[in-house]
């Protein structure tokens, strides 16, 4: 289980989103730990035995991936088609739940191997493409849970993700995410929703603060908000006969940019994509709030060795 402090922390944050008490709430010292897909690196992701690894290694938080079954059973899998992950193939929603938990979650799975050699442990030990409601389940109520919703239409899949969260009596401890804007009017429905602000939004300050040294409408107090760490992106000249285009690999997250940010009160952030010790290390100077990591298990050591002072440039207090 995390650590009491740490994880008494990340669900005082969760339990006041959109609460203006959330304003009083400093970010910790070091930057709590969230399970990307369960820890995608340490095992199958989005699998049951990912979540216990995960806990295992005391992840203070578990982000899933959700799709939506034929029969319409919210289910844990992330790419567009299930050869990716599994011996199967096609998309999650050609197929009813009983065909998906015939497949193989952790087929294609190939843990790092220092010798150099290839793996794949799980051909020999299947394990199962889980529904949200045995995640949840596999999960103990004190540790938050960040669901990544995937595939459109979002309207369906939303209202199947409420009945789960209502059935389980879940809501305090979720948050919803998703890349597309459309899962933000399609929980719009459900006032109990906890919402992180849209990726558009994020990226559009994010851009604002780099490019043009403006803070963007700050998020309300107690907004959670969610961006990589570093990030490939192309930057798009436009010119009277034509355009250019340059490819960088952009770090927004800067002090500038946790001060807009913040501008307006407590906002808690998430720093997606850290999965080594300088990044967690900068990432704790900025004062983030957590950090998502495909390998709880690597970031269980970085964190425990990383000495308390911080010891952080002047530019990044």
Not at 49 to 62: F, K, Q, S, V, W
Not at 163 to 178: D, M
Not at 288 to 299: F, G, H, K, Q, Y
């Amino acid at each position: 289980m995390p650590p009491r402090s740490t994880l008494h922390r990340f669900l005082v944050l969760a339990a006041c989103v959109a609460s203006a008490a959330c304003a009083t709430v400093d970010a910790p010292a070091l930057p709590m730990i969230i399970a990307h897909r369960g820890g995608a690196a340490d095992y199958p992701e989005n699998t049951l035995i990912a979540i216990e690894g995960a806990l295992h290694n005391r992840a203070d938080a578990i982000w899933l991936t959700v799709q939506l079954t034929r029969d319409g059973v919210p289910v844990l899998y992330r790419p567009v088609d299930l050869s990716v992950n599994t011996d199967g193939r096609g998309a999650v929603a050609d197929f009813d739940l009983a065909a998906l938990e015939r497949l193989n979650a952790g087929w294609n799975f190939a843990p790092h191997d220092a010798s150099g050699t290839t793996r794949q442990p799980y051909r020999d030990h299947p394990v199962r493409i889980p529904t949200l409601a045995a995640a949840l389940r596999a999960i103990p109520p004190t540790v938050p849970v960040m669901l990544d919703m995937k595939a459109l239409p979002a309207a369906p899949q939303a209202a199947a993700v409420a009945h789960v969260l209502n059935e389980e009596n879940a809501w305090p401890r979720v948050l919803i995410y998703s890349t597309d804007a459309a899962y933000q009017n399609a929980f719009a429905a459900y006032p109990q929703a906890r919402l992180f602000e849209s990726r558009d939004a994020a990226r559009a300050r994010l851009a604002a603060v780099a490019l043009a040294r403006t803070c963007e409408a700050a998020p309300p107090p107690a907004t959670w908000t969610a961006f990589e760490y570093a990030r490939k992106m192309e930057l798009v000249e436009t010119f009277t006969l034509g355009e250019t285009r340059s490819a960088v690999t952009a770090k927004l997250w800067t002090p500038d940019a946790i001060e807009c940010f913040r501008a307006n009160g407590q906002t808690p952030i998430v720093a997606i994509g850290i999965d080594n010790a300088d990044d967690y290390r900068a990432a704790a100077c900025l004062g983030v709030t957590a950090v998502l990591t495909d390998s709880p298990r690597n970031m269980r050591a970085i964190r425990a060795n990383t000495a308390l002072p911080l010891q952080c440039p002047p530019a990044a207090r």
